[in-house]
């Protein structure tokens, strides 16, 4: 059995899906908000081990790199949205 539609209906069908996925759509328009990442979090964001992780805040305190990073008393602290950016101009320069 076949039935045809007329596009008055699949235009109705149509604007439903639409409103049904019009909230999950802009959940990811919205820019994500900053989070703040321990040395732990950060070697997984980067693919790297926690040793690499923290020679490139030695190089970075030393003037040697400019990979973003934080102290809070001893501990190291990272922004995502920054490593994210200093990753991109990394890609960039090669």
């Not at 539609?5 to 019009?22: C, G, S, T, Y």
């Not at 990811?28 to 693919?47: G, M």
Request: aromatic residues 6%; proline residues 4%; charged residues 30%.
């Amino acid at each position: 059995m076949r039935t045809t539609l007329e596009p008055e209906d699949i235009q109705a069908i149509a604007e439903k899906v639409v409103d049904m996925i019009r909230p999950l759509l802009s959940s990811y328009q919205e820019p994500r908000q900053d989070e703040l990442l321990s040395v732990d979090q950060a070697s997984i964001l980067l693919h790297m081990s926690k040793g690499s992780v923290y020679q490139l805040v030695d190089k970075s305190k030393h003037g040697l790199s400019d990979f973003p990073y934080r102290k809070a008393g001893t501990k190291l602290l990272f922004s995502r949205n920054e490593i994210l950016k200093w990753t991109g101009k990394r890609l960039e320069s090669r």
